[in-house]
């Protein structure tokens, strides 16, 4: 015996490969080598089991799948897992080009395990069967209120109200506090965000004199008014103005509300209805809504536009995203400066700015493989991007759209990518 702890070094192991198990997350393949129940495979951080109706145990991703296609089965979906894991998974971007699951590491951007990430993990992960409240609100309505450009407080503001953390007397009852639940303007009701922003007879006229009918169903929760708002916001037939007053209405209700119980003062309904046009018409004047700019395709060539080699062609491309959609850019130039094509493309809409370029990129060298272009030098602005495609890289956040775009480049292997002012770097050829 050499006198040391013979179980030490076993156990060291073990702990360090929970630890590994934990920060790793399945990116889907071929969908069989990744397990409904037991592994990682939902895009959450921290990362967490799927949960739902659990028939089988042994149950693959794929058998979530339209049989024999790289598709979500969405009512499969629905039946097996819960409500937010199915809307999660079916998020999910499946590529045909992705063949193995792979097991990736969740908590560096660039999917590989760092000793400092991994002590991250080791000393704030959760383990799984320590189950995390999921915070309050849906996940897809708070992320469709940031994408609404507006005022950062009152968008902070609706999204408290969602997340269900706007002080409203009932809240504030229900953590303890000696605060009477009830509303205090109609002293008939306990005052809800719900009821203190829609249902309250004095907000109603509110909301009646600004001719916004749609709240006016008793029934409504607070989720469907907050979606309500977000859907006039995307009403092309209504004026900006209109489409943008229940967000300040909903803003001057709090105000007022605040002033009615911390002073005593009380506004009319007319008057909130008046101020709150009088913020939104102020408003747009300072800061004019632009529908996606098409950077690229107005611009000239500017004047760090450098040519690419004889024989060789340009393409300049640009992302954007507005409250819907995305779009992508793009204009190809010779090596003498001249014009030869420009577009532009509205895509579907992805969750962060990485994946919109990087869904951008991926249509843009589609579309020059279509065209016949085999000798482009693409440049983009988004320097994340260029430098995780260039290294090969994986990412978290983009997952399989980088297997596509792997693929697809590929197919051009006399092409580059380079950050626009950047030194140029070549995709490797083998
Ligand atoms: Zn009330």
Partial sequence: MCGRNPSYGWTSLQAGKDLLKQGLQSRLGNGKETNVWLDH??????????????QHLNMKVEELWKQGEKSWDENLLRSVLTHEDAELAKNIRLSRFAIHDKRIWSYTSTAEYTVKSGYWVATHLVPDNEKIEPPAGSLEVKKKIWRVKMEPKIQHFIWKAVAGAIPSSERLCSKT????????RCSKEHETINHLLFHCHHVKAIWRGARFAEFDNPNSTLEDNIRMMLQINERSTLRVEDRFLPFWIVWKIWKSRNEFIFTQKSTQAAEDVLKSMEAVAGWILAKPISPIQHNIQTQGISATWEPPPLGWLKCNFDSSIDNDYMGVGWIIRDEYGHYIESGWARLENVGSILEAEGNGFLYVVQRVWQKGFRQVWFEGDNLQLVNIINKQKDSLVLVNLLVDIYHWISKLPLCSLDHVGERRIWWPTN
């Fill in 177 to 184: 506090l000696d605060i009477d639940p009830v509303c205090q």
């Fill in 41 to 54: 495979w939902l895009p959450v951080l921290p990362p967490r089991l799927a949960q739902g109706n659990v």
